[in-house]
């Protein structure tokens, strides 16, 4: 993402389901409010909203309101292209090394530059990060990372689960395509398309070249994208969940496409949305 969004800020960031206290989450399981006090032994603010429950630690009320009124929205969003209810979660801690520490981590600096991040069945926020995004920065992250459970990640190579999640997140976003892609579309008002989809490499998260990082979800977001616009979302949809189930190269053949044809169009689709 540009810098509109801080993705330099929010590169991996929210969303998973409710959890019970037993077994895995499913986009429709049940949520209990009391199970969100277990988290912590005192302090624990619960919010509804119309599907989520937001959970802080010594968080303002109103603050927990006003992301269950985002996660409720994002799951609407997430709903009206995969279907089904979706019942977001979002845990907020009081800090990052607090984030990190329901999260399994080191360390504070484990989440360093994350506005949130995925844990089992929920979302722990990183509370200086977040908010370091703006309005619609945090609408399309919480979208992107719904789309990330409702659809999962299974067999799908990083382009594909991370593109498809970003056209989700940016489908009403009302962004323009050069707004959303700012990097990328520098770089191709350079002179310079990019080769190949962005593998596991191209998102790694060090923190040395964060220009590329967002060029990585643009790229993804916009092959994607190009499905979506040729075939139409119906089948975009479609392909990701053949090709969870029976590998990617097999769905795409179903379109008529290969990697290499894919990876031709696309590169044309870069080049007509961004020169």
């Known amino acids: 993402m540009s810098g509109w969004v801080s993705r330099r800020v929010a590169v991996v960031s929210i969303v998973l389901l409710a959890v019970a206290s037993a077994g895995a989450p499913t986009p429709d399981s049940p949520i209990l409010p009391q199970e969100a006090h277990h988290l912590w032994r005192d302090g624990a603010v619960v919010v509804r909203g119309a599907r989520s429950v937001v959970v802080g630690h010594h968080a303002p009320s109103g603050e927990l309101r006003e992301l269950a009124r985002r996660a409720d929205a994002a799951g609407q969003r997430v709903s009206d292209v995969l279907g089904g209810p979706v019942r977001p979660l979002i845990v ?27 844990d089992g069945g ?21 979208t992107h990372e719904l789309t990330h459970v409702v659809a999962g990640t299974d067999r799908l190579p990083v382009w594909l689960y991370e593109g498809f999640a970003d056209y989700v997140g940016y489908r009403d976003s009302g962004l323009p ?66 090709a969870r189930s029976v590998g990617v190269d097999q769905a795409l053949a179903a379109l008529g496409l290969s990697a290499a044809t894919l990876t031709a169009r696309w590169r044309d689709y870069v080049r007509d949305q961004l020169a």
């Open 177 to 242: 395509v050069r707004t959303a892609a700012a990097e990328l579309a520098a770089e191709v008002r350079s002179g310079r398309l990019p080769g190949e989809l962005p593998g596991p490499a191209a998102f790694a998260a060090d923190g040395r070249d964060p220009q590329r990082l967002a060029r990585a979800y643009q790229e993804a977001w916009l092959a994607c994208r190009f499905l979506a616009d040729r075939f139409g979302e119906g089948t975009l949809v479609r392909l990701y969940r053949e």
């Open 92 to 118: 907020v801690p009081g800090s990052a090394a607090e984030a990190a520490g329901l999260a399994g981590l080191a360390g504070a600096g484990e989440v360093e530059g994350l506005a949130a991040v995925a």
């Open 122 to 142: 929920r979302v722990i926020v990183v509370p200086e990060f977040f908010a370091k995004l703006n309005s619609t920065g945090k609408d399309v992250v919480l």
